[in-house]
C-alpha cells in the first residue's frame, strides 16, 4: 500500500519558520517528482511547490517564492518543504503528492498519490 505521511505542521508565529517531511512507503518515488501543495480556510487546494525525481528544477508558486525552499532525498524516500518568514495567509493544510512522472508539475490533477495533509497555522 503507497503512503505518504507528511509531518512538522503546527502552530507558529509571524515570521517564523517550519520545516515540512513527507515520507513515503510502499514504494520508492526516487524517479517521481515530488510536490507540495496547500488548502486554505474557505479556499481551493493550490499548488506551493515541485521538484523533479534528480532534486534539479524546484519551482514555486508565486506566493511563496523566496521564502520557501523544497528538496529531497531519495535515499530516505522523503521530501520536505522549508517555509521561512511565514506569514498569516500561509495557514493551510499542506499536503505532499506525487504523479507519475519525473517532472514537476504545478498541475494538482496531475498527481496520483496523495497525503492526508499536515496542519500548519500562523498566528500573529
Known amino acids: 500500500q503507497v503512503q505518504l505521511v507528511e509531518s512538522g505542521g503546527g502552530l507558529v508565529q509571524a515570521g517564523g519558520s517550519l520545516r515540512l517531511s513527507c515520507a513515503a512507503s510502499?514504494?520508492?518515488?526516487?524517479?517521481?517528482?515530488m510536490g507540495w501543495f496547500r488548502r486554505a480556510p474557505g479556499k481551493e487546494r493550490e499548488f506551493v511547490a515541485a521538484?523533479?525525481?534528480?532534486?534539479?528544477?524546484?519551482y514555486y508558486a508565486d506566493s511563496v517564492k523566496g521564502r520557501v525552499t523544497i528538496s529531497r532525498d531519495n535515499a530516505k524516500n522523503t521530501v520536505y518543504l522549508q517555509m521561512n518568514s511565514l506569514k498569516l495567509d500561509d495557514t493551510a493544510v499542506y499536503y505532499c503528492?506525487?504523479?507519475?512522472?519525473?517532472?514537476?508539475?504545478?498541475?494538482?490533477?496531475?498527481?496520483?498519490?496523495w497525503g492526508q495533509g499536515t496542519q500548519v497555522t500562523v498566528s500573529s
Open positions: 503528492a506525487a504523479p507519475p512522472s519525473a517532472q514537476a508539475s504545478s498541475r494538482l490533477y496531475e498527481y496520483t498519490y
Open positions: 510502499g514504494r520508492t518515488f526516487s524517479r517521481n517528482a
Open positions: 521538484i523533479s525525481w534528480s532534486g534539479g528544477r524546484p
